[in-house]
Nanobody, 115 residues
C-alpha cells in the first residue's frame, strides 16, 4: 500500500511560520521527486516546491526566500518550512511523489493565514 501522509497544517497569523511534514511509503520515496502543491479556493493546484532525491530544490516565485524544502531519506519524509506567511498562502497543501509516469498524492492539509 502506497501512502503519503501530510501533517503540520493549521491556522497562523500573517508573518508566522508553519512546518509541513509528509511521511511516505518507502516504495514511493527513494529516487522519487518529492513536492508540495497547493490549491486555494477556486484556484488550480500549483507547485510550491519540489526536491529531487539528490537534494536539488526548486520553488515557485511566490515563495522564494520564505519557504524551504528538505527530505530525510532515512525517515522517508519530506518537510516544508514556511516562514513569513501571508494571507495569500492560504490553501490546501498536498504532498506529491513523482517518478516518470508514477504520480502519487496525499490527502492534503489545510493552511490558513489570517489575523
Amino acid at each position: 500500500q502506497v501512502q503519503l501522509v501530510e501533517s503540520g497544517g493549521g491556522l497562523v497569523q500573517p508573518g508566522g511560520s508553519l512546518r509541513l511534514s509528509c511521511a511516505a511509503s518507502a516504495s514511493i520515496f527513494g529516487g522519487y521527486v518529492m513536492g508540495w502543491y497547493r490549491q486555494g479556493p477556486g484556484k488550480q493546484r500549483d507547485l510550491v516546491a519540489a526536491i529531487t532525491s539528490g537534494g536539488t530544490a526548486n520553488f515557485a516565485d511566490t515563495v522564494k526566500g520564505r519557504f524551504t524544502i528538505a527530505r530525510d531519506n532515512a525517515k522517508n519524509t519530506v518537510y516544508m518550512q514556511m516562514n513569513s506567511l501571508r494571507p495569500e498562502d492560504t490553501a490546501v497543501y498536498y504532498c506529491n511523489s513523482r517518478l516518470g509516469l508514477k504520480n502519487y498524492w496525499g490527502q492534503g492539509t489545510q493552511v490558513t493565514v489570517s489575523s
